[in-house]
Nanobody, 126 residues
Framework: QVQLVESGGGLAQAGVSLRLSCTAS??????????MGWFRQAPGKEREFVTA????????TVADSVKGRLTISRDNAKKTVYLQMNHLKPEDKAVYYC?????????????????WGQGTQVTVSS
């Protein structure tokens, strides 16, 4: 069973940057066997895809709504995935979740991911 712990959330002003981290443990296989994704859920809304990265890190997928501002990366040696959030906007306010999926593909659908973190809150003031 994969355990994921997100960190780095908090309150930030619009326009600044934040970096979220997601550290994995309890891996029966190494983390480079898992594709990883970031999702977010704002109050009253469904969980939505933000970005995902293949297990090697060679391929990423980014939602159009955040393209050019939010970037995913991974450090398999540290068993950590990052979400760099630049030029924050008030609409970025949400709980951000890290997710893991065994295999090569990094899909955009939440149901494709078997393991989830507890989430970290990001609040952006205007």
């Amino acid at each position: 069973q994969v355990q994921l712990v997100e960190s780095g959330g908090g309150l930030a002003q619009a326009g600044v940057s934040l970096r979220l981290s997601c550290t994995a443990s309890g891996l029966g296989r190494t983390i480079n066997s898992y594709a990883m994704g970031w999702f977010r859920q704002a109050p009253g809304k469904e969980r939505e895809f933000v970005t995902a990265i293949s297990r090697s890190g060679a391929s990423t997928t980014v939602a159009d709504s955040v393209k050019g501002r939010l970037t995913i990366s991974r450090d398999n040696a540290k068993k950590t995935v990052y979400l760099q959030m630049n030029h924050l906007k008030p609409e970025d306010k949400a709980v951000y979740y890290c997710a893991a999926r065994y295999g090569t593909l990094a899909p955009t659908t939440p149901t494709e991911y078997a393991s989830w973190g507890q989430g970290t809150q990001v609040t952006v003031s205007s």
